[in-house]
């Protein structure tokens, strides 16, 4: 089945970038969040974005007003959408409720899809009546700038919705990676023990944080060092990646480390609180 027209739920972070991209390759999107405030922050962030590029002349005024004519939005659900890709927050309950509500009111033909970041898809999908139309697509952020996206597949996720989904994702022009629905899918399950090791090489001793990244930088080509890295991301969400290892996998090489987890209960979560392993100007 060829996508034409996307269902966007969650007008944050992720799933701006995510209706940003598809419009800006000819697809119709709607996009929806709890509250009509929400959708235009949404909106607005993609406006910003077009707009920096009609400035720095990557794109024309006309290709960024195409762009958005192709969005529409609110809080309600396009009944007639090929494909919903959900981005709401990440936990069980309100995904759950989400795609509840799309199984129910979208079209019998339409794929269900989740951004999720290390939720079962298996078990998501088995939320729905359509299981074998149920399947991952986990973006990168800023979506719009990072070329990955995992596919995932559920244990009940068919070839077709598979073939239909990875489709998509080079029309996005994104490159699509195949996975199996296991914790933390693959990006999150190297790259976060990694920086989890680097926060037990800081609590031990081994070097100073800036010396830590400093090495990892010089000594493997990494554009950004581990904690430089762990801040941006969120030390809550580094320490999450962890708990879903250490449960799903059992195995105490996931174990999260204990100066991670006191800085989250301190508070100290990187950037967006202005402390994690290193200071940032909140101003
Ligand atoms: N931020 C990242 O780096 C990143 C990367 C990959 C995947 N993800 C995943 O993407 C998802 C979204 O993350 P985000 O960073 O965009 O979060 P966010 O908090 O920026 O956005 C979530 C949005 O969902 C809305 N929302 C809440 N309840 C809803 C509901 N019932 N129905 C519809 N919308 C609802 C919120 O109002 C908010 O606008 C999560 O599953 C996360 O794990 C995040």
Redesign the pocket.
């Known amino acids: 089945m060829a996508i034409k027209k996307i269902q966007v ?7 701006s970038g995510i209706a940003q991209v598809a419009v800006q390759r000819g697809l119709a999107v709607h996009l ?4 009509q405030e ?1 959708v235009e ?2 909106l607005e962030t993609i406006k910003k974005n077009l707009s920096r590029s009609v400035e720095k002349e990557r794109i024309s005024q006309e290709e960024m007003d195409d762009a958005m004519g192709r969005i529409d939005s609110g809080t309600e659900y396009a009944q007639d959408a090929d494909l919903a890709i959900e ?4 936990t069980m309950e ?2 759950t ?2 795609f509840r509500a799309l199984d129910e009111q979208l079209k019998e033909e339409a794929i269900l899809a ?6 079962s898809i298996t078990k998501l999908g088995a939320q729905t009546n359509r299981p074998e139309k149920f399947i991952g697509m ?4 800023p979506v719009p700038a990072l070329k990955l996206v995992e596919i995932i597949r559920g244990l009940e996720t068919s070839d077709e919705t598979y073939d239909a989904v990875n489709e998509l994702a080079e029309r996005l022009e994104k490159t699509p990676v195949e996975v199996q629905d296991s914790p933390g899918f693959a990006v999150n399950r190297i790259l976060v023990p990694m920086i989890n090791e680097a926060v037990y090489c800081v609590m031990e001793g081994v070097s100073e944080p800036e010396d830590v990244d400093t090495a990892m930088k010089l000594g493997t080509n990494q554009p950004m060092g581990p904690l430089e890295l762990a801040d941006l ?1 969120g030390l809550d ?1 580094c320490l999450h990646v962890m708990e879903v290892l250490h449960e799903g996998f059992g195995d105490t090489k996931y174990r999260p480390c204990p100066l991670l987890k006191r800085y989250v209960a301190a508070g100290r979560l990187g950037r967006k609180s202005g402390r994690g392993f290193f200071e940032y100007d909140q101003s």
């Open positions: 739920v969650g007008a944050g972070q992720m799933g929806a969040d709890v509250e929400m922050k949404g981005a709401a927050p990440e309100i995904k409720e989400v989740s951004n999720t970041s290390s939720l986990h973006f990168f952020n991301i969400t």
